[in-house]
């Protein structure tokens, strides 16, 4: 079945750490986009992909990095400059230039201790 | 900037009820996404629509481009639907969508 998977569904990490969240599709899909959601707030875009070895910077960049080295992956490292990196991450997908429907990975939960 | 409301932020209803589920947005879309995540936190797209009207089973999405308003309908409610139901707007670019906050539905058997 095609989707998109993310790994690890749970994450602790002492502070001043980085730690990657693994983001795999295998819909063929080459836009990426890497959200992260808190309560009571929309989804807020960290970064995204349109094609592989390129990405933008999107709301929330800082303290953030990305790689698309292969189309169907799009790993998120969260650095030690992100100032409150506990929340909900989720990844999701879709076919580039065009306006269409955004498939979305079951999510990574950080918990910084 | 865009923004999208949602209303209401919290409903509860019972099993059979028809539930309606609002969002405005304060420009002009492309097209305008309607999303549901379950308590695990994944998400599943709904519908996709930039006018008129779309139905999936008991699910309905209504467009008012001209009201800058949109509406998910869902008939004989179940509590499998009980889930958080967000919109979001893409103000032309699919990369940039702005996400309501969602709405937490609560159906009681």
């Known amino acids: 079945d095609g989707g998109i998977t993310q790994s690890p569904k749970y994450l602790f990490r002492k502070e001043g750490q980085n730690v990657t969240l693994s983001c795999e599709q295998n819909?063929?899909?080459?836009?990426m986009y890497w959200y992260r959601q808190d309560p009571g707030q929309g989804l807020r875009l960290i970064y995204y992909?349109?094609?592989?070895?390129?990405?933008q910077k999107g709301d929330i960049a800082e303290g953030y990095s990305v790689s698309r080295e292969k189309k169907e992956s799009f790993p998120l490292t969260v650095t030690s400059a992100q100032k409150n990196p506990t929340a909900f991450y989720l990844c999701?997908?879709?076919?580039?230039?065009?306006?269409?429907?955004?498939?979305f990975g079951e999510g990574s939960r950080l918990t910084v201790l | 900037k865009n923004e999208v409301e949602q209303s209401p932020q919290n409903l509860t209803a019972q099993e059979g009820e028809f539930i309606t589920i609002n969002c405005s947005y304060s420009?002009?879309?492309?097209?305008l996404h309607w999303l549901q995540q379950h308590p695990g936190g994944g998400i599943v797209s709904l519908f996709m629509?930039?006018?008129g009207k779309k139905k999936h089973g008991r699910l309905i999405a209504t467009i008012n481009i001209q009201e800058k308003h949109s509406s998910l309908h869902i008939t004989a409610s179940h509590p499998r639907d009980s889930a958080v139901y967000i919109c979001?707007?893409?103000?032309?670019?699919?990369?940039?969508?702005?996400f309501g906050k969602g709405t937490l539905l609560t159906v009681n058997p």
């Open positions: 819909l063929n899909h080459d836009a």
């Open positions: 629509l930039s006018s």
């Open positions: 999701a997908s879709n076919l580039a230039g065009y306006t269409g429907e955004l498939f």
């Open positions: 979001a707007e893409s103000g032309g670019s699919n990369y940039k969508l702005t």
């Open positions: 992909s349109q094609i592989v070895n390129d990405f």
């Open positions: 420009v002009g879309i492309s097209a």
